[in-house]
């Protein structure tokens, strides 16, 4: 084989790689890119708009779980 007919086979795999920095680049400035620009700008980051799940505890309001099981089954246990 000569350098002519191995260079598309050399370029393949090269813009492959070169698709793949791309598209991981692209996903790494969508989650963060915010933060680098802030950064890079010399601000603070400004505060995520997450909307969590919040989740109330009611244990003051709950009755004391009582412990019904028998003696054979503590016994089996």
Request: avoid cysteine.
């Amino acid at each position: 084989m000569t350098a002519a007919m191995l260079a598309p086979l050399g370029t393949l795999p090269f813009l492959a790689t070169l698709w793949l920095l791309i598209v991981l680049g692209a996903k790494l400035f969508e989650e963060s890119g915010g933060k680098i620009a802030a950064a890079l700008k010399g601000m603070p980051p400004k505060p995520a708009n997450d909307v969590g799940v919040r989740s109330r505890t009611r244990s003051a309001n709950r009755a004391p779980v009582t412990i019904r099981a028998s003696v054979e089954w503590r016994a089996a246990a």
